[in-house]
């Protein structure tokens, strides 16, 4: 998918509604939630490297594991917040990484994909409903965080 797909038309408030756009177009919670963000805050990951999320997708290769739409919202913190070399300090990408596990396990009690979607079939259209709250709620707790947190980081 590329940035062709969108509706050159629409203005999206914020990159939670751009990452519900996403999931909504078939991409993976962690698709989704990279790629918007990558969009909405103009992060400068090129297209072709946005398949780094694609490995991600239900819950790590399928294994059930982390839920996509955090690891997404990780990738995006960690392009705004991340180090690039052993010296630089990684305190702040692990503090709002830390802190966006633990806002989300408050929310739904799990951030494991295989028990947030417990008693779906993984093609029923009820398991993608509700992965596409929770990719919601992971892009509405990374704004907050990218905004009240890292705003500053943004202008760098």
């Keep these: 998918m590329s940035d062709k797909h969108i509706d050159e038309k629409k203005t999206w408030a914020n990159a939670t509604e751009l990452a519900d756009f996403y999931h909504a177009n078939k991409l993976s919670c962690s698709e989704s939630t990279i790629r918007a963000f990558n969009e909405f805050y103009e992060l400068g990951l090129p297209e072709e490297c946005l398949k780094i999320a694609s490995g991600f997708t239900a819950g790590l290769g399928k294994s059930g594991c982390l839920c996509g739409g955090i690891t997404g919202c990780v990738m995006a913190l960690s392009l705004i917040a991340g180090r690039l070399a052993p010296d630089e300090s990684n305190e702040l990408i692990l503090k709002v990484t830390n802190e966006l596990h633990d806002r989300f396990k408050e929310i739904n009690k799990a951030t494991c994909c295989r028990v947030l979607t417990t008693g779906f079939e993984w093609e029923a259209p009820e398991r993608r409903k509700q992965c596409r709250r929770y990719v919601m709620e992971a892009s ?13 980081s943004l202008s760098k």
Excluded: G, V
């Design 140 to 152: 509405e707790i990374t704004e907050d965080i990218i905004n009240n947190q890292l705003n500053a």
